[in-house]
């Protein structure tokens, strides 16, 4: 799965010269969190967050009147807070690469490039929704979730065994186990009930953590 598969686009971008306030009334409009910014000829040149747009207003605990504050964020703009080192990536990027990259950075969302060209926008909720397609968290079913030697065939063994007993495997994710040699492995299971299902995969598998 690439990036280009599941970012956001087309992209809303807004510009340098905009006032801090009007960016952050664009934001809740559209329900976003973040602008990518762009300068009169589409180029990239920042990237500026809610949390940006709310830090440069003036504390509630301020002594000025509301007609000056007012004054005062009619003069800051999105220029003056953005983020102006701002972390691409390209289309052809992994998605496992980009929210490697989101995790290790502390950010919540990447701008996708094709060239200079700025072409979507990768986020946290784009992440977010590939993590529920790949748990089947949408899905109907009995959600098991088991130990297993990490050794050739455990998988084959345990999906051989689950056909076997009428179930279908519309989910599954496999994550480092607790102990070196082992892994888990979760997954969503239609068309078997639950008993039968546990039966089922008991041979083959260390431990059964959880099913329901």
Known sequence: MLVSERMTKPVLTITPDVP??????????????????VDKHGKLVGIVSESDLLNASPSEATSLSVWEVNYLLSKITVERVMAKDVITVTEDTPIEEAARIMADKKIGALPVMKGEKLVGIITETNLFRIFLELLGARSDGVRLSVMMKDQPGGIANISGAIRDAGGNIVSLVTTAGDAPGYGQVTMKVQGVPLEKLSKAVWPFVEKVIDIR
Do not use: D, S, T
Request: charged share 35%; aromatic share 6%.
């Open 20 to 37: 801090v306030q009007e960016a952050l009334a664009a934001m809740r409009k559209e329900h976003i969190r973040r602008f990518p910014v």
